[in-house]
């Protein structure tokens, strides 16, 4: 299912906080957002949540607006993981993840076989089975996004769209949710803020600042130095990662130079 953002525009108040982005992010595609704090990407996201109408623009999936079709017909083709996702603390896991399930029923349709299958792969996916019976509250961090992420696949939709999945994780866990992304090979858009993440995890990177894109493409090929320092104010150097072989970026404060003393 593709994404596309059409010379999106979005006002907040008075304000303009979203100018005119245009970004396609195609079939099976993993997309990483990056940009500053306040550069405006939850904002673009949100047009694509159906929750933000743009004053120009559109954001399209599967080639149509999402404010032209229903909210369930959006939540049919578009799965979503917020950072700040508040749940019902006595749910268990597999109830969180069978509300995935919603969109694709009727308010009175009772679980099918096929529903019970999709909430346990979904919960095999994240490796998560063993924890189905559990109160969601009762799990780490960590866990708990795993399980947001299974609600999402349990949508069967065919596009996911992701705010900081990684954010309050420990360095482990984050490797896991990045890794579960990649593997998954659904088209995906995350705001990350890892630009490390973003260089070794995803096929394209799109930058923002200011509410505008200001690049896109390669990762590797468009988070050069001078563009990090440009966008984020840091000193950046590419190289390869001595484990893993793929490109690896390390960042340093503007003013930072190599030393022996601290
Ligand atoms: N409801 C709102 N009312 C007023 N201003 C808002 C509102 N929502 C967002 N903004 C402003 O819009 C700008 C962009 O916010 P947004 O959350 O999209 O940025 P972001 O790039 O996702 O930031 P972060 O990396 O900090 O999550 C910020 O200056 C923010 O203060």
């Given at each position: 299912m593709r994404l596309e953002f059409e010379d999106v525009s979005i006002d907040i108040g008075p304000a303009r906080?979203?100018?005119?982005v245009s970004l396609r992010i195609e079939q099976g595609e993993v997309v990483g957002l990056v940009g500053p704090n306040g550069s405006g990407k939850s904002t673009l996201l949100r047009s694509a949540y159906r929750v933000l109408r743009p004053v120009g623009g559109a954001a399209l999936i599967g080639g149509e607006s999402v404010w032209d079709m229903s909210a369930r017909e959006a939540a049919r083709r578009r799965a979503i993981v917020t950072q700040h996702t508040v749940l019902d603390?006595?749910?268990?896991v597999r109830e969180i993840v069978a509300m995935g399930r919603t969109p694709r029923k009727g308010a009175f349709d009772r679980d099918t076989e096929h529903d019970h299958e999709v909430v346990e792969r979904a919960l095999d996916d994240v490796h998560m089975s063993w924890a189905?019976?559990?109160?969601?509250?009762?799990?780490s961090g960590g866990e708990q996004q795993r399980v947001l992420i299974a609600r999402a696949l349990a949508q069967e939709a065919g596009l996911l769209i992701l705010d900081?999945?990684?954010?309050?994780?420990?360095v482990r866990a984050q490797f896991e949710i990045l890794d579960l992304l990649r593997n998954l090979r659904m088209t995906t858009l995350t705001a990350l803020h890892d630009l490390d993440h973003a260089v070794s995890y995803c096929d394209r990177v799109a930058i923002m600042a200011e509410g505008a894109l200001v690049a896109e493409g390669v990762p590797a090929e468009v988070l050069t130095p001078e563009l990090v320092h440009d966008v984020f104010g840091v000193r950046a150097v590419l190289d390869t990662h001595p484990i893993t072989g793929r490109p690896r970026i390390a960042v340093a404060s503007a003013g930072a130079q190599r030393t022996d003393q601290y």
């Open positions: 906080i979203v100018s005119d603390a006595a749910f268990s189905a019976r559990r109160s969601f509250a009762t799990l900081e999945p990684t954010n309050h994780l420990d």
